[in-house]
């Protein structure tokens, strides 16, 4: 019998193993321009790009590369995705990036599912840091990161090719220090399953 899915559930929002099956609903979402503006891939055009991607999830998953989850609203279903990647073990620190549909924008998905990520994080995989990068035009997504507790540490220059550009993000960090006594630690968890092993701080 495998394994339970790994699932964090808040209020209104479930971080969970991502789905063959959730590849409409993440298609739906990431058709959008605007949701996709400030990454490197995307819009998407097709719901067979969504399902490429749910597919190679379970080999980044298992090498330690990638853990991305599906981020589904409770009554409404998958709404997006939020994972870490760039995670090390000996350092316990790891990256974090997200994103939602439109709809979600403005209704404090955002902070909820931050605080899924980040019980996952310091709690069940024992880092010490997170951290996140965004681009230096994105104003909207910085002010967010600082309204929960995210410092902003400096600029990488010439970090990210987008399109024809390449553009400087900035870098921001929580510390489980912080994380502690911030408003994301106050959010309610759920958790169920376990977080893979190749992913526990050593």
């Known amino acids: 019998m495998p394994p339970p ?5 808040g209020p209104t929002l479930r ?3 991502p789905r063959l ?3 409409r609903a993440l298609f739906r979402e990431a058709c959008d321009e605007e949701v996709t503006r400030w990454f490197s891939w995307g819009p998407y055009t097709s719901e067979v790009q969504a399902r490429r991607y749910l597919e190679r999830l379970a080999d980044e998953r298992a090498r330690g590369v990638q853990l991305d989850l599906v981020v589904e609203h409770l009554e409404h279903g998958p709404i997006g995705i939020s994972g870490f990647s760039e995670v090390a073990r000996r350092d ?7 994103w939602l549909g439109r709809a979600w924008w403005g209704t404090g998905a955002n902070r909820e599912v931050k605080a899924l990520m980040c019980h996952l994080g ?3 995989l024992g880092l010490e840091r997170i951290g996140s990068y965004t681009n230096v035009e994105h104003e909207r997504s910085q002010r967010a990161l600082q309204r929960l507790g995210f410092e902003r540490e400096g600029v990488l220059r010439a970090f990210h090719r987008h399109g024809e550009r ?9 510390l489980r220090c912080t994380w502690e006594r911030g408003p994301l630690r106050d959010v309610p968890v759920a958790v169920e399953g376990e977080a893979p092993a190749v992913f526990v701080s050593t």
């Open 92 to 98: 316990r620190r790891a990256t974090i990036g997200t």
């Open 21 to 23: 099956e959730d590849s």
């Open 122 to 124: 310091f709690e069940l």
């Open 15 to 17: 971080v969970r193993t």
């Open 5 to 9: 899915e790994l699932a964090l559930t």
């Open 166 to 174: 390449t553009l400087d993000v900035a870098v921001f960090g929580l």
